[in-house]
Structures are given as C-alpha cells and as structure tokens.
C-alpha cells in the first residue's frame, strides 16, 4: 500500500474529489460537514479491481490549520495537487507544494477540479498558469488532469493515473525497524487504546512488542487494521489502527511515535538543511524554529556553524525543547515561531557528528527582561511594568520581547495587553488539555469544558485563564466553540440512547420533509428523563448544528440546509420572494414558514423590505 495525499488553498474541491474517487467522506468532524470546510486530517480507502490499493490524506487547505496538514504531510508518496479550474492557483496551493517539496513526495499528479464550470479556453489558461508557478517543484511537468466531482467527467482518467503512479512507487523499507508517528489516538469500548498514523518504514504484527516515544512506555499490540480491514501484519507504506491496550489515552499525544525499541529519544539532531530564497535574510545563527517531524510539531532552535546566504544545502544542529525519534533520512520541515512563515526542510542525520552547545548566549538586556517574566510566572504585566524591573527602557524592553515571543519564552495576553512567562503559560495549557481528554473520554457527548470549570479544576484565576486559553486558541492549539474549550483533535458523540431519544423528536416524514419537532416537548422531556447526559448532549447538537432551534420549534441540521438551499436558489434566480412563495416552496404553514422566514432574516441570510425577503449582500 502507499499513501496518496491531497493539497491545494481551501475551498478547491479536495474533500469532493476524495469523495467522488472512493464514496467516502474524509471529513468527518460535525463542524467540517456543516461549515463545508475541512478543519483536521481526513482519510480515505482508494482499491483497484487488480488488487492496488492506496490510503488518501486529505488535508484541510485553511493557512490557520497548516499545523493539521503538516501533520499528514509526512507519509505522502504520491500528490494530488488540487486546482479549482474557475480559480486558478492561490496562495495555500503554492505554500502546500513549498511545504510537500522538502518531503516524502515521489510523483504528483494535477487535478483541475470544478471543470463544469469554465469553458476550455479558461481551462487551458489555469493549466498554463498552474504550470508556471509550479516549475522547480515536485509538481513540474507533472500531469494535468481536469474533474468534475459533480459531473464525474475525468474521475476514469484520474482513476488510471493514479493507479500507474501507484505501481511504480517504490516499497518502504521492510527490513527496517518500525516507525509509525502517531497522528489520532481514541478509546474504543471493550479494546482500549487506538492509535492511527502512516507506517513509514519496516513492518508491524499482532503481539509485536514496540516503543510509544518519547515517553519510553513499551506496548505490545493486540490487533490490528487496515481501514477496517483486520490483518495479522501490516507492510510499510499502509495506513494503520492499532490496538494498544495498558495505556491510557490521557498519556499519548498526536506527534508521539509508535516504534521498534532499536529508536531512542533525543533532543538534538544533526541536519542536512534548505532554506527558502525568500526568508534568507531572516535568517539568524541560532534561529527560533517551529519543526515539524513525522506528524509532531515540536519547539526549538536551528542553529548554523555561519548564517546561509544562499538556497544551497548545508549542515546545521536543530536543537528541540521536546525530545523524539526519527530515522537516517528523514525529512522534516521548518517555520518560523511568528509570523509562521515557512524557513526550509531537509533530513534529520543520525550518528556521532559533533554537537555545538546548546543556545544559551543571552546578552544582558534579555537575561533582564527573561528574568523579569520568569520571577512572576502567571502574572501578566504591561510593558511599562516589565522595565522598571529590568532597568530598561521601554523602547528596548519592546525590542527584546518580539525575541522572546518567537522563541517561546513569553506570551503577549489581550485585553489589556500583557505578556507573561511562556513556559508558565505553556504548563497551563498542558494541564487543560490533560483535563479536557479526560473530560472527553468520561463525556464525549459534551463540548468540553466551560472557563469556570477549567478554572476550578486548575485552581486559577478564571479572568486571567481566560486570557492565556485565548492566546492558545488564536494559535490554534485549543479549540472553543459554544463557550466550551476542548481538545483540536476532539469530536463529540452522543450514546446510541441519546441519539434514539433525540430522533423521537424530529421525525423526518418523507411527506412533510421540513415539519419541526416542538421545542416545549423536547426540553420538558429533557428535564424529566433519566438518562445521562441529556442536557449536555443537546447543548452539543445545537452548537454543532445538528439540531437548530427556530422560534418554537426544532429542527434538524439538515432540514434547515435543504430549506435554505431552496430558499437561496429562488433569489438567486427571482431577486426577491414573499412569505407565500416561500411557504409554498418550502411545503410547509404559515404556522413554521413564519418563524424560518426571521430565523433567516437573523442569521443574515435575508433581508427584508416590506412583505419582501433578498439576498443580504455579502
């Protein structure tokens, strides 16, 4: 098996394409469905009817989720480079091919989606373009195929390309020891911890015994699958579940590594090295660096025997604040702390070159100020506060604290502006997610946490937590939606109970597609029922939208969608609509046409203008 992956700027047709090649549907957190737009890593099953089969990473194409794709990035083999025909490249689309270069990719293949939108001398002029901004990349002179996942037409095309591309690729290494960088962990009732990610080398079999690093823990693995499918022993290059009980979930992260014992943890690595052309003069000897290894995102600092003042590949020491495990060879690739620009990739050397001394030259004035910070911990001051400690001026206090933001050591806190102590700020942020994966693992049906729940359980001051979670949020490392924190990597899931007692009150009835359930009845049931949960369940359907209230009514999730489509499409055709035609198309009274009509004109949506509704300017 080998690994297909997906890349291109949001909003292209990724998670379409992946749909259309193998019927299923790679986003799979409620939020992606609703909100159209893939957030985390999506996976897929691509089988030939020869036996040739391949794994499908699709990867989310926001710039603000680069962290996620990164972290699939890793395994790919072959590329589907994703270009909306009606669009044409864009800037996620180049940054993705920047990224991809540095990495695993052997082959890549073009794919124009959305062909049924533009005429072929349109599709000519993006093909031509796209083969402009890609030359000196992995996508070079690669094959350009246009699709439509609406028509199928070149889906057959694709289809035999990819499989030719397939059977040309090389095997990973069999005979090297196993090497799995874990990027899902969950519980599964009656089997215990799960953990998925790419297998990048040797091989994995039931009752083999293997290492979780950094941590050290050694597991031995009951079974194991591949996309569903059962096997005794899983060949690198496969997409892999494996079952490792005695271990809780609460002790392993996305980034941590599945491996052979013959691996060891490390925080320093010999490197081959390849900067951008365009970051060049950004670059310092010891630069604040985000690196991302296999599917972890780790801290640290790169640092150069002299400053590259070309593209040209050198040697380097990549320093980390969190040890881990790699192979001879493998890729890895660099960003900057703030702004988040991409530095270069290379290989990771293992072996007994000699090691510079770790960074630790801090002149005076950042000593002053780190010192400062550090003494306080978790109390956040404002610039004039932090001089007057460090017998410094302001002036050179803001200097001196753009530094230590980008490698780490302080945070800045909104509202008022502040900074405060970054590995004070970071502890708290690991002891709020350990809370929130138990909170999930005891509730999945629930959010997560709420500020004051978080706050009781770290025994902080809920206004300042609240600032440091913000700040965490903003870089994407924490997610909170509904007033609830949890986990990026979190999707709630209600109890087959729960679900069963919820349908009882909307009943789809194929006749009346869009009759709501009554909103009284359903809260009066939760109030009285006995069934654990309930009320935090229903909080979780109606923040994720799968259950919408509307006047005294509820609704499903996908009954307000399909009224909205219909309602949508009549605009856009006709301008303008009154509450008879709505009520008319819809199929429904006045009785509901009423309340949806202002649910829409609330949610921005409509306007109104007398007894008429328009599309709102967007």
Known sequence: MHIIGTAGHVDHGKSSLVRALTGTNPDRWIEEQLRGMTLDLGFAHLRFPD??????????????????MLAGAAGMELLLLVVAANEGPRPQTLEHLAILDYLNVKQAIIVLTKSDLVDREELGFVEELVREQTRGTIAADARAIAVSATTGAGLDELRDAIHAALVALPMRAPNAPAFLPIDRVFALAGHGTIVTGTLMQGKIAVGDSLTLQPSGTVVRVRSLQVFGEKRDAIDGGARVAANIPGVDVADIVRGD??????????DRFRVRFTPRANILATLRRRQPVRAYVGSAELLGTLVFAVVPTTTETLDAQLFLRRPTIAFPGETYVLRRLSPKDLLGGGTLELGDAPLVAAPSDDSPDVAAVARALRETRLVARPIKEISAVANLREERVDEILTDLLADGRARKLAKPVAFIDGSATDAVLTRALDALILKHAAEPWSLGLTSLGLARLLTLDETLLVRILASYVEDA????????????????????????????????DPLQPYLPGSLEALVGEVKRTK???????????????????????????????????KLEAHLRKEKQITMAQFRDIVGTSRKFAVPLLEFFDATGVTVRSGDLRMLRAR
Do not use: C, M, W
Not at 60 to 66: D, Y
Not at 258 to 265: K, T
Not at 484 to 500: D, I, V, W
């Open 51 to 68: 036996g040739v089969d391949a794994g499908i990473v699709d990867v989310p194409g926001h710039e603000r989720f680069l962290h996620n």
């Open 257 to 266: 590594v599945l491996a052979a014992p013959e691996f060891a943890a490390s």
């Open 477 to 508: 490392r924490l997610a909170y939606r509904a007033g609830y924190y949890a986990t990026l990597a979190f999707t709630p899931r209600l109890s087959e109970e729960q679900r069963a007692f919820f349908d009882r009150f909307v009943v789809l």
């Open 531 to 565: 069934l654990p949960g309930v009320s935090q369940a229903l909080d979780t359907l109606v923040a994720t939208g799968a259950l919408v209230k509307v006047g005294d009514s509820i609704y499903r999730g996908t009954q307000v969608a399909d009224v909205r489509g």
